[in-house]
C-alpha cells in the first residue's frame, strides 16, 4: 500500500462515531423488534459495543435485508475491537442493500473501503455521496468528518484521474553505462557526446594501526564518450576530480566547457556540501573552485546543480533559510562581470512546505523538471515538470505512473530534442546489469519540452582572424539566451525546432548583426555555412561572420 497516500481506513475508523443514530425505520420490522434495534442502538451509544452487536446479529438473522442493521454492526466493528473484516462486510452490506442510504456515514466508510482497494473511481463516488448527504441532512457527526472526507475525495480525483491516464513507459539499459555496480544520477551533454555519472566503485584501503589492506565502495565519477553509434565504456574522471571527497551530480554547458557539481569538503570547519565548478582547458579541467558565499551559504546544504546552456542561469537545491520547506529549488543568474547574484527561491510554482530537489533545467532554458515529496504523487519523492514561462502562476505536473511509483522517484534528465528522458534506477530483473543501471526512454509527447538542437561554429574576421563576441538567441516568448564565443571564437548554441530563432552576433567595434533560422530549417547533422556581412564600426570596413553549424550525435 502506498505510504503517500494511505490514509488509513483503520486511521478513519478511529472516529468515535457516537451518536450517529440516524436510524430510518423505513424497512419494514414488527414492533417488538423495532424496539430491539433501538435498544441495540442506545447501547451502542452508550459504549456497550457487545451487547448492541448480539442485538443486532440477531435481527440480521431475521431481517437479512435489513440495511439500518448492518450500519450499526458496521459501527459497533469500528468502535468495538477495530475489526477491519467486519467494518468491510457491514458497510458493503448496507450499500448492497441500499444504494442511495440515507446515512452520509456509510458513504463515508464504503469511500474508505474502495480507496483502500484502489478502486478510485468508485472511492470517488462514495465520497461525493457522502457531500450530497450531508449538505441536505448534517449532523455533528459528519461536520467533523468534512475535512477528511473532503482530503480522500482530493487524493481519489487524483489518483483516479492518473490510473485512467497511464502513461506510455518504456526504459531501456544502456548496457554500455550500466555496469554489475550502482550508476547513480547520469548527465548526457547537450550535444549528446557525453555522459558523466557516479558510479560505486571498489577501492582498496589500509588500515594505519594493523596494517591490513580491505576493500571499500565508494562512489566515483566516470565519463563515457559517445563513438560512432554508441557510447563507449565508461573511464574514471582524472584529477581533479575523484581525490577522495565525496562528490555529486554534474552539468555542463552547451560548449562543454564549464562543468558545475557538488562536493562534500570540509572547507569551514566543518563537513559541507557546496557547489564547485572548473574550466575545460587545451590541458584538461582545471582545479576545482568553490563557488563562493553568493552561492553556498554558511552551515548550508547545496547541491544537484543544473545549468541552462547558455551557462546564465544556476539552478539546485538547498536547505538555506528563506525557503519554503525543508529543501527548496533556488536559481542565481550570471551578472555581466562574471560574478554570480544572490539566489532566489522559485517560489510556491515549485517549492512547498516539503521537500523539492533535483531540478533539471531543459535545454529550452524555461522547462524544468524536478522531484518533490509535497506535491500530491504516488509515493515519496515522485518527479514533476512545470514550464516557468507560463504565464500566471503555473502548476508542476505530475509525471504520471508508471514513470513514479510508490518508492522515491528522484533525478530525471531530458535530451536537448526532448525526446528522449534518462535516469538511473532498478531495471526489471530479466533486463538488469547491475544495481542501479542508467536506462532511457521515450518521453511522452505532453511531458516533452520545447524541442532543442545544437548549433556549433566559429566567428572570424574577413581575413578568418578568430573573433571573440557574444550571440543573443530569441525563439518564441521565452527569455533570450545569451552566449560567449571562447577566445578563438568559437560557440555552441542551442535553436529551438519549435519556433523560429533569431541569433544577434555582438562584438567590440563592430555593428550588431541578426541571423534567421527557422524552426524548420534542414537538419544540422547535415553542415552549413552560413555568411553574414557585419560592419567595424569604428573603420567601416566590411568582415564577415562565419557560422559553420552542425548537429552532433542526432
Excluded at 3 to 14: A, F, K, T, W
Excluded at 71 to 85: H, K, P
Excluded at 478 to 495: C, K, M, N, Q, V
Aim: aromatic share 12%; proline share 6%; with cysteine.
Amino acid at each position: 500500500m502506498n505510504l503517500r497516500r494511505v490514509i488509513l481506513i483503520l486511521v478513519g475508523c478511529c472516529l468515535a462515531l457516537r451518536g450517529t443514530s440516524q436510524v430510518s425505520y423505513t424497512y419494514k420490522m414488527n414492533a417488538t423488534d423495532k424496539e430491539r434495534l433501538e435498544r441495540a442502538v442506545s447501547d451502542y451509544e452508550r459504549g456497550r459495543y457487545f451487547k448492541s452487536a448480539e442485538l443486532l446479529r440477531t435481527l440480521s438473522q431475521k431481517y437479512p435485508d435489513n440495511p439500518d442493521v448492518y450500519f450499526y454492526l458496521g459501527l459497533n466493528a469500528v468502535q468495538r475491537d477495530f475489526n477491519v473484516m467486519g467494518i468491510r462486510r457491514y458497510f458493503s452490506k448496507v450499500i448492497q442493500l441500499s444504494p442511495e442510504y440515507p446515512n452520509a456515514v456509510a458513504h463515508y466508510y464504503m469511500g474508505l473501503i474502495h480507496y483502500t482497494d484502489d478502486q478510485f473511481e468508485e472511492a470517488v463516488a462514495d465520497f461525493n455521496r457522502f457531500f450530497e448527504r450531508a449538505n441536505n441532512n448534517g449532523t455533528p457527526e459528519t461536520d467533523s468528518l468534512y475535512m477528511e472526507v473532503s482530503n480522500y475525495l482530493y487524493w481519489s480525483q487524483f489518483l483516479a484521474d492518473a490510473y485512467r491516464n497511464i502513461v506510455p513507459f518504456s526504459p531501456r539499459i544502456v548496457a554500455t553505462l550500466s555496469s554489475s555496480k550502482d550508476e547513480l544520477l547520469p548527465f548526457i551533454t547537450y550535444d549528446r557526446s557525453a555522459c558523466f555519472f557516479l558510479r560505486d566503485t571498489p577501492e582498496k584501503s589500509r588500515t594505519a594501526y594493523y596494517s591490513q589492506e580491505f576493500t571499500k565502495q565508494r562512489l566515483r565519477l566516470y565519463v563515457s564518450e559517445w563513438r560512432d553509434t554508441a557510447y563507449a565504456p565508461a573511464v574514471m574522471l582524472p584529477s581533479p576530480f575523484n581525490q577522495g571527497d565525496p562528490e555529486g551530480s554534474m552539468t555542463l554547458t552547451a560548449d562543454n566547457q564549464e562543468l558545475y557539481y557538488s562536493v562534500i569538503r570540509r572547507e569551514r570547519g566543518y563537513n559541507n556540501s557546496d557547489l564547485y565548478f572548473t574550466r575545460r582547458t587545451a590541458q584538461g579541467w582545471e582545479p576545482i573552485r568553490n563557488m563562493g558565499d553568493s552561492i553556498n551559504g554558511i552551515g548550508t546544504w547545496e547541491s544537484q546543480p543544473s545549468i541552462t546552456p547558455d551557462g546564465e542561469w544556476l539552478y539546485f537545491a538547498s536547505n538555506r533559510p528563506g525557503g519554503m520547506g525543508g529543501t527548496d529549488i533556488w536559481r542565481a543568474h550570471r551578472k555581466e562581470d562574471g560574478s554570480w547574484s544572490s539566489p532566489e527561491n522559485l517560489g510556491s510554482s515549485v517549492n512547498t512546505p516539503g521537500n523539492e530537489k533535483c531540478p533539471f533545467i531543459h535545454a529550452d532554458g524555461h522547462t524544468l523538471y524536478f522531484a518533490s515529496d509535497g506535491w500530491q504523487g504516488f509515493g515519496g519523492y515522485d518527479m514533476y515538470f512545470v514550464d516557468l514561462d507560463e504565464s500566471g502562476e503555473p502548476r508542476p505536473i505530475n509525471m504520471g505512473l508508471p514513470i513514479n511509483t510508490e518508492d522515491d522517484d528522484i533525478a530525471i534528465g531530458i535530451t536537448a530534442d526532448g525526446s528522449l528522458g534518462y535516469y538511473a534506477g532498478r531495471a526489471p530483473q530479466e533486463m538488469a546489469v547491475g544495481g542501479n543501471d542508467i536506462m532511457t526512454f521515450e518521453l511522452y509527447p505532453a511531458a516533452r519540452p520545447e524541442a532543442m538542437r545544437v548549433y556549433r561554429g566559429q566567428v572570424t574576421t574577413p581575413d578568418g582572424t578568430p573573433l571573440k563576441a557574444s550571440l543573443t538567441v530569441e525563439h518564441g516568448s521565452t527569455s533570450p539566451a545569451r552566449y560567449h564565443t571562447d577566445s578563438e571564437g568559437r560557440f555552441s548554441i542551442l535553436i529551438s525546432s519549435k519556433n523560429d530563432n533569431t541569433v544577434i552576433v555582438s562584438a567590440p567595434d563592430y555593428a550588431d548583426r541578426q541571423l534567421h533560422i527557422s524552426a524548420h530549417s534542414r537538419k544540422a547533422s547535415q553542415p552549413s555555412v552560413i555568411m553574414l556581412t557585419v560592419n567595424r564600426e569604428t573603420t567601416r570596413d566590411d568582415c564577415r561572420t562565419i557560422f559553420t553549424s552542425k548537429k552532433n550525435n542526432e
